[in-house]
C-alpha cells in the first residue's frame, strides 16, 4: 500500500474479477460507495465505485468494464469521496460523458463546485407542490394530462414509436403561459443508439437551442455500468441550475429500460436474489432515486420538470420497468401501436394515460374555467366509444342503438380531430379545448352528464352561435 | 452499560458490527462518527447486523457502533398534532432548519446524522390537573389534560405498567413536556412523570378489553359507506394497479372521515403527495368541526428516496401514535400508503442478511408482520380511569405488480383485513372514480354497522343497500349476454336493468373527489340519492309488466333523466328537500305514462 495526497490508497492485490466486478484485498479504511480509479498495466485508466465493503476486502465495479484487467498489475485507487462531478452554468451548451466529462472538444469546465452524483433525498417540508400550468401545445397532453412544471412525467412507448418525435415537440413547445423565459433542457442519453443520439442532438442545433441544452451521453455501445451514473449526472447539474441558479429545467432522461438493465446485469455478478423478471428487488428504490429527484422547492424560483422516456418490452405496460415507473412517477403518457399503425400523431392512448399533477394545473387563471369538466366528459364518451367499438366489431353497427352510433363517430372524430396533429403544430389551450367542444357538440347534449348546466350554457357550440 | 464495537462489513443499508456482545434485539444504536440511527436485526456471536435509517455512504470498517440500551421508541406527549416526522420520528422541518444553519444552498435536502428531537423541548403548555394528590393511579389513568390544538384535548395519562399513590401534582399552569408534572409513590420510591414518554414501536400499547367494532366510520364517499362500509377499529385494504387512484382515496379518508385524529404514513410514496397534504390540510377544514384538518393529523413521511431501512419502522412509528391516541379514548384512523413498500423493505433487508426467501423473494414472515400489524386495529376499552373508549382505524393501499392481486402481498393482506375496496384499472381508464370495484370489493361490516344506519338515517338503508348491489350484479351477468348478441335482443325488463345500473354508476358510484359539493356526501344524502333511483326503478319496472318499453320510459322522464345523474353535484348536502323533490317528479312523469298505457 502507498499512501498518496488527499486521502488517496492505492491497492494492487485483486482476488477475483467476474462481470464488472474486482475484489480487491488487503485494503484499510475504505468507505461504502467510494470512487476508485483502476490503472491497467497498459496505463489505460478506469472509473469504479465501492459496492460493498468488509474489513480488508472492497468489491468494486467498473464502469468501463473489465475487459482486459489482470490480477497482477493493475492499480486500484481509492480515492477517498464518493463520485462527484463538476457543475457550471457554462455546461449548458455542451456534451459530456456519462460520467461528466466533456466530450466535445470544447475547453474544460470550471468547476463552480463539485457534487456528489447521489444527491440526497428532497425533504419533503421543504418541496412546494407544482402547479403552474405548462403549455406543450400538444392537445392529448394540454387536454387531458396536463403536464405541470416540476413534474415527472415519462413517455411509456415501444420500439419502433415516434417518442423521439413527441419528446422533441415538447421541448421544442413547451411554455409556460405569461413568462417569456425557455427552459433549459439537461439531455441523458442512457444507452441509446447512435440515431438516436443525432436525432436529438441535430434537433437541438436546428432549433437554436444547443446553448441551453447540456447532453449527457452514454450511447449503446458504450461501457453499460455508466448508465447507472449518466441519469444521476444529469440531475446533479439540473439541481444546482435550478435551486442556485433559478432556472427552470427539462430533464429528459432516455431509455430508462437500458438503466433498469445495466442494474439488473450488476446485480446478477452480485449474486443477489432476484425479484420478478430477474430485476433487483431494490430496483423500485432505485429507480425512486432517480424519479424523485424533479419538483419545486420552497423559496426558489427554480424548478426541475422530468420527462424519463422508456420503451416497454413487448409493449408490456405489465412489465416491471413500466409497472415500478408508474407507481413512482406523477401520471404517465402511454403512446399505442394501435394508433400508431392507424397512421395518427401523436399516436397517445389517452384512455391509459394520467397526469396526477393536472387538476392542480388548470381552472380559471390557469387554463379555463370549463378545462377539468371537458376533460373528464371527453374521458367519459370517448372510452364509451372505444368499448362500443368492439361490441359493433361483433354484433354489427346496424343492431347498435342511435345514441350509440353518435358515440361510435364521436370516437373516430375525436382520434381524428383532437387527438391526430402535425409534429410541428403548436395549439394554444383555447384551441384545443374549442376543438373539444366541435366534436362534443355531436353527441346530443343529455349525454354530457359530466358538465355542469351553467359550463353548457356558456361553452357549448349551440349556446355560442346565439 | 450500553455496548460499543466496530463496523466490520457494509453492505447498502445493512451494516455488521463485532465486538457487539450484550446488545438486545431490536435495541437500537447509533452507527459510525454521524452517529446514524440503526437497529440490531440479527445477532450471530459477538457480531451484530444492524439495518440503518440513513444512507450508508461513506461509512468505513473500523467505525464504532454504540448500543442505547433501549428498543426503537417513539416520544409520546402533547405536539404530536399538525407535524411531519421522517419514518424514525425525527420532524422534517427540524431537519431543515438544522442543515440551514450550516449549509443554506442545502437547505431542501436531508443530510445525514441530523439529530433532532420529535417533541419541542422548549414550548410550554397549559397543563390542567384532574387527579388528586392521594389517588391511587394506575397506568392509563388520566391525571391532568392540555389543549393540544383546538380539536384534540391531550390526556396526560399515567404510562402503563406504573401503579401506586399520586403525592404530588402540579397546579394548573404552563409546563414543558420535561417538567415534573406528577410524583407516584411506587413500593416506597418515587417515580417523577412528565409530559413526555416513550413507548417501543414494536410493542403493542395494552388495553383493557377489546370491543366489537359496530358504528361506521363515515367517509363520505358513496360507494364505501353505502356499499362496503369501514368500521371505527377495523381493517381494510386498497389494492390497485398504478393510476387507480389510491392515493386519492386515502387522501380523501384522511379529509373527510369522521375519525378525530388521522395518523397519515406516506411509507415510500411520492414526496410530492406528502407536501400535498402539508399545503392543503392547514387550509382545509374538518368537515365535523370546521377547524383546520392539520389540527388533527399528524404525517410520517418515508417517500421512495429516502432511506429503504426507515421504511421497515415508519409503519410501526405510525401505528404507535395511532395508539397512544386511542388510549385517550379517540377514535384515530391510521392510513398506511403502501404497504407493498413496507413489505418490499422486508424483502430487502431479508435479502441483505441472506435469509431464505420464500414467495417471490419475499421472507417466510411476511404474513405473520403483515398481521401483527393490522391486528393491533380495533376499538378497545382503555385502561385506567375515566372508563373511555377508543379505536384506530387501519386502512393500507396495497400496490400489486402489475396489478395483479394474486402476489404475496396481496393474498396475504386479505386475509388479516375485513373490508377489501379493490381498485380496478379497467375502471380507471374509463375515469370512473373511485375506481372502486363493485364486483371485487367486500366489507364484512354491513350487518354490523346496519343498526346505525336504521338508528340514525333510515330503517330501511339496508333494504335498499342489498337492491343497489342486485341490480349491479345483474348487470354484469348482462353485459355477458350483450357483449355476444347486443342489447337489441335483450327484454324490455333486462334493457331497464341496464338502464338504471349505468343510472346508479353516473349519478351515484362516480365521485368526483375535486368537485366542492360531489367530494363529500353525508349519510343522509347518500340515502335521499339511492333511494330516488332505486325509487324510480321500481316504479319504471311496474311499467315495463304493465307493458311499457324503456324508451318509452326514457321519453317519459325527458330532462329529468339529466337531473338525477348531476343531482350528486348540483344539490348541495344541506338541499335534500331538492332531492326529494326531484324524486318526486321524476314518479309523477312515470305516473303520467302509466295514465296514458291506460
Known amino acids: 500500500m502507498s499512501v498518496g495526497v488527499a486521502g488517496i490508497r492505492e491497492y494492487s492485490r485483486i482476488t477475483e474479477i467476474k462481470g464488472p466486478l474486482l475484489i480487491v484485498e488487503g485494503v484499510s479504511n475504505v468507505s461504502y460507495d467510494e470512487i476508485v480509479e483502476v490503472e491497467l498495466p497498459s496505463g489505460e485508466k478506469r472509473r469504479g465505485r465501492v459496492l460493498d465493503v468488509a474489513r480488508g476486502v472492497a468489491v468494486v465495479q467498473v464502469f468501463e468494464g473489465t475487459t482486459g484487467i489482470t490480477t497482477t498489475g493493475t492499480k486500484v485507487r481509492f480515492l477517498g469521496k464518493p463520485l462527484e462531478i463538476p457543475v457550471s452554468e457554462d455546461m449548458l451548451g455542451r456534451i459530456f460523458n456519462g460520467l461528466g466529462e466533456p466530450i466535445d472538444g470544447g475547453p474544460k469546465i470550471i468547476a463552480e463546485d463539485e457534487r456528489d452524483v447521489n444527491g440526497a433525498p428532497l425533504n419533503p417540508a421543504e418541496r412546494s407542490y407544482p402547479e403552474d400550468f405548462i403549455q406543450t401545445g400538444v392537445s392529448a397532453i394540454d387536454g387531458?394530462?396536463?403536464?405541470?412544471?416540476?413534474?415527472?412525467?415519462?413517455?411509456?412507448?415501444?420500439?419502433?414509436?415516434?417518442?423521439?418525435?413527441?419528446?422533441?415537440?415538447?421541448?421544442?413547445?413547451?411554455?409556460?403561459?405569461?413568462?417569456?423565459?425557455?427552459?433549459?433542457?439537461?439531455?441523458?442519453?442512457?444507452?441509446?443508439?447512435?440515431?438516436?443520439?443525432?436525432?436529438?442532438?441535430?434537433?437541438?442545433?436546428e432549433t437554436g437551442a444547443l446553448n441551453r441544452v447540456a447532453m449527457f451521453v452514454n450511447l449503446a455501445d458504450e461501457p453499460a455500468m455508466v448508465r447507472l451514473v449518466t441519469p444521476r449526472s444529469a440531475l446533479t447539474l439540473a439541481e444546482y441550475l435550478a435551486y442556485e441558479?433559478?432556472?427552470?429545467?427539462?430533464?429528459?432522461?432516455?431509455?430508462?429500460?437500458?438503466?433498469?438493465?445495466?442494474?439488473?446485469?450488476?446485480?446478477?455478478?452480485?449474486?443477489?436474489?432476484?425479484?420478478?423478471?430477474?430485476?433487483?428487488?431494490?430496483?423500485?428504490?432505485?429507480?425512486?432515486?432517480?424519479?424523485?429527484?424533479?419538483?419545486?422547492?420552497?423559496?426558489?424560483?427554480?424548478?426541475?420538470?422530468?420527462?424519463?422516456?422508456?420503451?416497454?418490452?413487448?409493449?408490456?405496460?405489465?412489465?416491471?420497468?413500466?409497472?415500478?415507473?408508474?407507481?413512482?412517477?406523477?401520471?404517465q403518457i402511454v403512446l399505442s401501436r394501435e394508433l400508431h399503425n392507424k397512421g395518427i400523431y401523436p399516436p397517445i392512448n389517452v384512455l391509459m394515460s394520467l397526469s396526477r399533477l393536472m387538476k392542480e394545473g388548470i381552472g380559471p387563471g390557469k387554463t379555463r374555467e370549463d378545462h377539468a369538466e371537458v376533460s373528464n366528459q371527453l374521458y367519459a364518451a370517448y372510452s364509451r366509444g372505444v368499448e362500443l367499438r368492439s361490441l359493433a366489431a361483433v354484433v354489427g353497427e346496424e343492431s347498435l342503438s342511435e345514441v350509440d352510433r353518435k358515440y361510435l363517430k364521436f370516437a373516430d372524430l375525436f382520434e381524428r380531430r383532437f387527438l391526430s396533429q402535425g409534429p410541428r403544430e403548436n395549439r394554444s389551450i383555447e384551441q384545443t379545448l374549442d376543438i373539444a367542444w366541435d366534436i362534443l357538440s355531436t353527441l346530443p347534449e343529455d349525454e354530457l352528464v359530466n358538465i355542469k348546466e351553467e359550463t353548457i350554457k356558456k361553452y357549448h357550440p349551440n349556446y355560442r352561435k346565439m | 452499560m450500553p455496548v460499543k464495537g466496530r463496523i466490520v462489513r457494509i453492505s447498502g443499508p445493512l451494516i455488521i458490527a463485532e465486538n457487539m456482545q450484550g446488545a438486545q434485539m431490536f435495541e437500537m444504536v447509533r452507527v459510525g462518527e454521524d452517529k446514524l440511527i440503526g437497529e440490531i436485526t440479527r445477532i450471530r456471536g459477538d457480531k451484530a447486523y444492524i439495518q440503518v435509517y440513513e444512507s450508508t455512504t461513506g461509512l468505513k470498517p473500523g467505525e464504532i457502533v454504540e448500543g442505547t440500551g433501549a428498543p426503537l421508541s417513539v416520544e409520546l406527549g402533547p405536539g404530536l398534532l399538525g407535524t411531519i416526522y421522517d419514518g424514525v420520528q425525527r420532524p422534517l422541518p427540524l431537519i431543515a432548519e438544522t442543515i440551514a444553519r450550516e449549509m443554506p444552498h442545502r437547505r431542501m435536502f436531508i443530510e445525514r446524522g441530523v439529530q433532532v428531537p420529535p417533541i419541542p423541548r422548549d414550548r410550554k403548555w397549559p397543563f390542567k390537573p384532574v387527579a388528586r394528590i392521594g389517588d391511587k393511579v394506575e397506568g392509563g389513568d388520566v391525571i391532568g389534560e392540555v389543549e393540544e390544538t383546538s380539536l384534540i384535548t391531550h390526556k396526560v395519562m399515567v404510562p402503563p405498567g406504573l401503579k401506586g399513590e399520586l403525592v404530588w401534582l402540579a397546579t394548573e399552569g404552563d409546563y414543558t413536556v420535561e417538567d415534573i408534572i406528577a410524583q407516584v409513590r411506587v413500593d416506597g420510591r418515587t417515580v417523577d412523570l412528565r409530559m413526555i414518554q416513550r413507548w417501543p414501536v414494536r410493542i403493542p400499547r395494552p388495553v383493557k378489553a377489546k370491543l366489537d367494532p359496530t358504528e361506521p366510520l363515515i367517509t363520505g364517499t358513496r360507494i364505501i359507506d353505502t356499499l362496503f362500509p369501514m368500521a371505527k377499529g377495523g381493517t381494510g385494504a386498497v389494492p390497485g394497479g398504478f393510476g387507480t387512484g389510491k392515493t386519492v382515496t386515502l387522501h380523501s379518508l384522511a379529509q373527510w372521515s369522521s375519525a378525530r385524529v388521522v395518523v397519515y404514513i406516506g411509507c415510500g410514496e411520492r414526496g410530492n403527495e406528502m407536501t400535498e397534504v402539508l399545503e392543503r390540510f392547514p387550509e382545509y377544514k374538518d368537515p365535523w368541526s370546521g377547524k383546520p384538518l392539520m389540527e388533527r393529523t399528524i404525517l410520517i413521511a418515508n417517500t421512495s428516496n429516502m432511506p429503504v431501512a426507515a421504511r421497515e419502522a415508519s409503519i410501526y412509528v405510525g401505528v404507535t401514535l395511532a395508539e397512544y391516541y386511542r388510549d385517550m379514548g379517540y377514535d384515530v384512523l391510521l392510513v398506511a400508503d403502501s404497504t407493498s413498500r413496507w413489505a418490499e423493505a422486508l424483502r430487502e433487508i431479508a435479502g441483505r442478511l441472506e435469509e431464505m426467501p420464500a414467495e417471490e423473494g419475499y421472507p417466510s414472515y411476511l404474513a405473520s408482520r403483515l398481521a401483527e400489524f393490522y391486528e393491533r386495529a380495533g376499538r378497545v376499552t382503555a385502561l385506567g380511569s375515566p372508563e373511555r373508549s377508543g379505536s384506530v382505524t387501519i386502512v393500507g393501499a396495497v400496490s400489486p405488480p402489475g396489478g395483479d392481486f394474486t402476489e404475496p402481498v396481496t393474498s396475504h393482506t386479505k386475509r388479516f383485513i375485513r373490508v377489501f375496496w379493490a381498485l380496478d384499472t379497467k375502471l380507471a381508464y374509463s375515469r370512473h372514480y373511485p375506481a372502486i370495484n363493485w364486483l371485487l370489493s367486500y366489507s364484512a361490516y354491513t350487518d354490523l354497522v346496519a343498526?346505525?344506519?336504521?338508528?340514525?338515517?333510515?330503517?330501511?338503508?339496508?333494504?335498499?343497500?342489498?337492491?343497489?348491489?342486485?341490480?349491479?350484479?345483474?348487470?354484469?351477468?348482462?353485459?355477458?349476454?350483450?357483449?355476444?348478441?347486443?342489447?337489441?335482443?335483450?327484454?324490455?325488463?333486462?334493457?331497464?336493468?341496464?338502464?338504471?345500473?349505468?343510472?346508479?354508476?353516473?349519478?351515484?358510484?362516480?365521485?368526483?373527489?375535486?368537485?366542492?359539493i360531489d367530494a363529500f356526501s353525508t349519510p343522509e344524502k347518500q340515502f335521499k340519492l339511492l333511494k330516488m333511483i332505486l325509487d324510480f326503478h321500481k316504479k319504471a319496472l311496474h311499467l315495463v309488466e304493465l307493458g311499457a318499453t324503456v324508451a318509452q320510459v326514457r321519453d317519459a322522464l325527458g330532462r329529468l333523466y339529466v337531473e338525477m345523474v348531476k343531482a350528486k353535484f348540483s344539490i348541495k348536502n344541506d338541499e335534500l328537500e331538492k332531492i326529494e323533490d326531484l324524486r318526486n317528479r321524476v314518479l309523477k312523469a312515470l305516473e303520467a305514462l302509466e295514465a296514458r298505457l291506460g
Open chain 2, 451 to 516: 343498526e346505525w344506519w336504521h338508528k340514525n338515517v333510515d330503517t330501511r338503508w339496508k333494504e335498499y343497500r342489498d337492491e343497489a348491489m342486485e341490480i349491479l350484479l345483474r348487470e354484469e351477468e348482462l353485459q355477458e349476454i350483450v357483449r355476444l348478441v347486443g342489447t337489441e335482443s335483450l327484454d324490455e325488463k333486462d334493457k331497464l336493468i341496464l338502464d338504471t345500473a349505468r343510472l346508479l354508476k353516473d349519478g351515484f358510484l362516480k365521485q368526483n373527489a375535486f368537485d366542492p
Open chain 1, 144 to 205: 387531458m394530462n396536463t403536464l405541470v412544471r416540476g413534474q415527472k412525467l415519462p413517455i411509456f412507448s415501444g420500439s419502433g414509436m415516434p417518442h423521439n418525435i413527441l419528446a422533441a415537440q415538447i421541448a421544442r413547445q413547451a411554455t409556460v403561459r405569461g413568462e417569456a423565459e425557455e427552459f433549459a433542457v439537461v439531455f441523458a442519453a442512457i444507452g441509446i443508439k447512435y440515431d438516436d443520439y443525432m436525432f436529438f442532438r441535430k434537433f437541438f442545433e
Open chain 1, 245 to 331: 441558479r433559478d432556472m427552470h429545467v427539462l430533464v429528459i432522461l432516455t431509455d430508462m429500460t437500458n438503466y433498469a438493465e445495466a442494474l439488473r446485469e450488476i446485480s446478477a455478478a452480485r449474486e443477489e436474489v432476484p425479484g420478478r423478471q430477474g430485476y433487483p428487488g431494490y430496483l423500485y428504490s432505485d429507480l425512486a432515486s432517480i424519479y424523485e429527484r424533479a419538483g419545486r422547492v420552497k423559496g426558489k424560483k427554480g424548478s426541475i420538470t422530468q420527462m424519463p422516456i422508456l420503451t416497454m418490452p413487448n409493449d408490456d405496460i405489465t412489465h416491471p420497468i413500466p409497472d415500478l415507473t408508474g407507481y413512482i412517477t406523477e401520471g
